[in-house]
């Protein structure tokens, strides 16, 4: 069995590839993987593609293609292979396919795993990964019970790069528009089957594996049966496009060859067309419809969290002013006191000694009940200030100078009629 896995990101295709590779006893190829094997292992293309890498290069086609057959030509691979994530267009897909059937190792099936695209950002958007231990979450679905911190073993979470959000929608871009023509392509010829990759891990394996299955009834493993469908790449790739263009020109993105913008015959087409348009604008409209919901919940999210730290930060700058404040009066009273004391009775090391023992014991005992009772009062205000204040979208300086003020004032009243 020579098979391809493929699926947009997030898609959970590398799990289904293990379990797969395990289960057939055939070896799983991923593209990233193999060329990090081969640059440990100094072979000559994994030092081609490690110097590619060196200079910030993208290792070619011709390379990756050459790495890949390589790896499928071993002893290990003579029962078959599981190829994850390549090729990633038409055009790699014809050359590796070329490469290997002259070593009789052509590709004999496709499996692809279909995610919609919520499903999709809220897997990517949302998961982080611990630092130490490797361990995954997902703060939609598999939430960590303290924010940024492992459950396992309290390490800090990554978001990593690649799944934020822009990233995420320039991912799924590319995977749009290079690798589901090929996956056309292989629907075209009837050697690829599509999986839905949602619900528990086990469920999509067992789905996958009944598609095998079925395959395999259909003839698809047999060598003569899958060369001589793959023989008509091209021919399938032309029909593949025409279809494509088909679908555009029905939505209305292209027009006919013998249609003129301003014609007479352009209300009668479109009257036809009109079913077409429906359906095909549905669709459109709901994937727009579906990214905009989940930039929404996206932005909701981080909206909550930065105003929250915008808050605790405040409440934190206003609270040691007004220990500092609090303090800094109450000590300079009692080093007046202290030093009148120390004039009439002490010389000066006594006087030092006397004064920071004063000034801890009195700074203790008064910060201590008046910052308490003060600071509880104002942070309470001054949290619902914050929250007022970034509702309305206004910036940082204004929360800070709202909060100053408040406290300020009512920390040193306070203090006043203590102290006299």
């Known amino acids: 069995m020579r098979l391809l896995l493929l699926g947009p990101p997030g898609s959970g295709k590398t799990i289904q590839a293990k379990r797969i590779a395990k289960r057939s006893g055939i070896p799983h190829v991923s593209v990233g993987e193999l060329i990090r094997t081969e640059a440990e292992a100094d072979t000559e293309l994994g030092r081609k593609a490690k110097l590619a890498i060196g200079v910030g290069q993208l290792v070619t086609d011709e390379l990756i293609c050459s790495l890949v057959v390589d790896r499928v030509s071993r002893k290990d691979a003579n029962k078959g292979f599981l190829l994850e994530g390549y090729p990633r267009n038409v055009g790699q897909l014809q050359a590796l396919n070329q490469l290997l059937s002259k070593s009789g190792r052509s590709i004999q099936a496709g499996i692809i795993v279909d995610v919609d695209l919520e499903v999709l950002m809220r897997r990517l958007t949302g998961r982080r990964i611990c630092r130490s231990c490797g361990t995954e979450y997902n703060f939609f679905d598999n939430p960590p019970r303290m924010d940024d911190r492992c459950d396992e073993c309290g390490g800090s979470l990554k978001h990593r790069a690649d799944d934020r959000e822009a990233t995420v929608h320039s991912r799924l871009r590319v995977y749009e528009s290079q690798i589901l023509p090929m996956i056309d392509l292989l629907k075209e010829l009837e050697i690829a089957d599509v999986i839905q990759g949602v619900g528990a891990p086990e469920d999509v394996a067992t789905a996958i594996k009944v598609a095998l299955e079925q395959m395999k009834k259909r003839g698809l493993f047999k060598q003569q049966s899958t060369q001589g469908r793959l023989a008509h790449v091209a021919t399938a790739a032309n029909r593949v496009a025409a279809k494509a263009k088909a679908k555009k020109r029905a939505a209305g993105k292209i027009n006919r060859p013998d249609q003129e913008l301003g014609s007479d015959n352009e209300s009668a087409s479109s009257a036809a067309e009109a079913p077409a348009q429906a359906n095909v604008s549905n669709k459109s409209v709901g994937k727009k419809v579906s990214k905009k919901a989940v930039k929404k919940a996206v932005k909701k999210v981080a909206k909550k969290k930065t ?8 409440v934190k700058k206003v609270v040691k002013k007004v220990v500092k404040k609090v303090a800094k009066k109450v000590a300079k009273k ?27 014991k009195v700074v203790k005992k008064v910060a201590k009940k008046v910052v308490k009772k003060v600071v509880k009062k104002v942070a309470k205000k001054v949290v619902k200030v914050a929250k007022k204040v970034a509702k309305k979208k206004t910036s940082n300086k204004v929360v800070k100078k709202t909060a100053k ?11 006043i009629k203590k102290a006299a």
Request: glycine share 0%.
């Open 307 to 314: 105003s929250n730290k915008v808050v605790k930060k405040v």
């Open 405 to 415: 003020k408040v406290v300020a004032k009512k920390a040193s009243k306070k203090v």
């Open 334 to 360: 009692v080093v007046k006191v202290a030093k009148k004391v120390a004039k009439k009775k002490t010389s000066n090391k006594v006087v030092k000694k006397v004064v920071k023992k004063v000034v801890k």
